[in-house]
């Protein structure tokens, strides 16, 4: 049995020499790259620090303390108060309201949307040829525009004197409300506003996901015998899961937060039947109320994580 063969201990020293200096040793220009690389972040870095991580970290600080306007002065000499702040928004029977009426934008608002913005997609993807890139534009240019111009034209279309919706109303007998001013109709003017609004960007979306789906999948599936509304129950809605993931996400994201509608058009009314979480919280900081505010908003934070992460559960694509 032959003898295990051992090395020098100065060839070990030598051998683990090279290995340290080797991995130290970097070339002149990797260390000039680094170096710029840094210097080129170094401004993103501190305006990233000043403006949005240290103010993260302020809210989050404030809103276990009961800071008023008053303490601005001295924002580090407030009391804290653990989680009053936010026991105290599950006791307020108005934001309570508000969470209803921003969990009824949802979930009217957001599959409103994405059914308007799929049909859409697919009357463009398939039953449209002539002028598609215009009505591609059309359907698009109310994301881009103003919520102050899109506000002059809803409220002139809902207008309960001489509006156009009303009018075509009364060319067929039917008297109709006044939309922005009424607690059954003002949600619901709101949420056809918000579906105008924001179905383009949907829409786009749902239309590139489209243009991904394998024409032989739906040749296949005509083969068969399957018909056009089967083909795309069984063919193009699972191959769209992915797409319909994301709209669905991102829609839910910015509904939740919606503030801009009911400030604009009904500055929360009326009796706060149009009243969002988000502009309840936007109130409570113009009062000067920062701390109250600041657990206001994280727990909006809380819901959308909540309902993203439930949408993840039930819309992602599962492996087999």
Known sequence: ????????????????????????????????????GWI?????????????????????????????????????AVNFVAFDQYTKAFADPQF???????AYFVVVGVPLTM????????????????????FRLGFYTPVITSIVAVAVVWRFLLNPESGLVNTVLA????DGPNWLGSTTWAMPSLIAMATWRNFGTAMIIFLAGLQAVPIM??????????NA?????NVTLPILRPTILFVSVTTAIGYLQFFEEPFVMTQGGPLDSTLSASMYTYQQFSFGNYGYAAALSYLIFVVIVIVTVVQFRFLSERED
Request: charged share 15%.
């Open 171 to 174: 060319w067929v007998g039917i």
């Open 96 to 102: 309570q309201h508000a969470a209803f009426n921003t």
């Open 217 to 226: 999948l739906h040749e296949a599936a005509a083969i068969d015998g399957a």
């Open 40 to 76: 080129l972040t170094l401004p993103f870095l501190l305006l990233f620090l000043v403006f949005t991580a240290w103010p993260v970290v302020q809210s989050v600080f404030f809103s276990f303390t009961d800071i008023h306007n008053r303490d601005l002065r001295t924002p580090f």
């Open 115 to 134: 059914a308007i913005a799929l049909a859409a997609a697919v009357v463009l993807n398939s039953g449209i040829s002539k002028f598609r890139s215009v």
């Open 229 to 233: 509304w089967q083909r795309f129950v």
């Open 1 to 36: 049995m032959a003898a295990p063969t051992t090395t020098p201990p100065s060839q070990q020293g030598r051998g683990k020499h090279k290995a340290t200096s080797s991995r130290s040793s970097r070339p002149p220009g990797a260390v000039r790259e680094e170096r710029a």
